[in-house]
């Protein structure tokens, strides 16, 4: 790490997760696809970026559970084939590719293949990455990392991720719930066109407790969400986020990527290097997954790895 150094940098590995190659999404699935088999559908239908980590993650849950999926998938600068999308075709899912230029409107073409679907008699489901079960999982997931401090004899003061809605919400919601006093920061990825990161959040994780029954209102500027990192856009790597990805992996082998967790890496190196982090402060970086992106970011990882 950098001068000023935090006195403890812990990772929560959820890239460990282990559900074809595992990730944050995961934790999610879990408590989405419980309410997807109540509806007994006969296939599903989600979508996002070429490279997504969410339709990865589905496409597993959906061969483990014998439903078929269909992926609507952003490939506006036709990319090849390669990394995440890969591994979607390998499991079996049916991929469509759609040149939509704005990342935020991808659903309108999921909802699309929905009702196409229905009108052809099938029992089609839609896959909502921004359901309130999938806040739900990372509340539940602050309460396993609870105990895992309280083990430890950890007093953590900040928990550093890279967040674009409900895992942030979920990780808000259920500090709340625990009333546990530590400053959740996210590093956003993208930019909603039709909402803030905390008011979409703020949303989520109030769903999320309509849903628990619990007491707890969270408001838009409750949500710690930094826009800084982004860079060009969404899924364009940076050379900070590239820089981040190298000191992880020659620091302590970890392995981050270019779109998510590289970038919040960079977020909190930076804040380290100002001084905004410092050596009174215990941080743990919520490791969201992400690894088979890389391999979409060959040239970019090679020139970054060779560079030094």
Known sequence: MPRCPPRSLYIKRDDLTGLAFGGNKTRQLEYVMGEVLQQRPEVLVTGANIQSNWCRQA??????????????LRNADMQEIQGN??????????VRFVPEPDMTL?????????????ANGKRALRL?????????????MML??????????????????????????????????????IRVIGVAPIRWTD???GELSADIANRAAARLEAEVRIKPDEIEN??????????IPTPDGLAAMRLAARTDAILLDPVYTGKAMAGLVDHVRQGILTKDDTVIFLHTGGLPANFAFRDAIEQMSRAH
Request: proline letters at 5%; hydrophobic letters at 50%; charged letters at 20%.
């Open 226 to 235: 930094l826009d800084n990192y982004i860079g060009a856009g969404y899924a």
């Open 59 to 72: 496409t597993a849950a959906a061969v483990k559970l014998g439903i078929p999926i269909v992926l609507v």
């Open 85 to 94: 999308v890969l591994l979607d075709l390998w499991m079996g899912a049916e």
């Open 195 to 197: 909402r803030t990161m």
């Open 128 to 140: 909502d990455p921004w359901s309130p079960a999938t806040a739900i999982a990372y509340a539940a």
């Open 144 to 181: 396993e990392l609870d105990e895992q401090c309280e083990q430890m004899g950890l007093e953590p003061t900040h928990l550093w991720q890279a967040a674009a809605g409900p895992t942030q919400a979920g990780v808000v919601l259920g500090a709340r719930l625990l009333e546990w006093n």
């Open 106 to 118: 991808i659903f309108k073409h999921v909802d699309a293949v929905v009702e196409e679907l229905r």
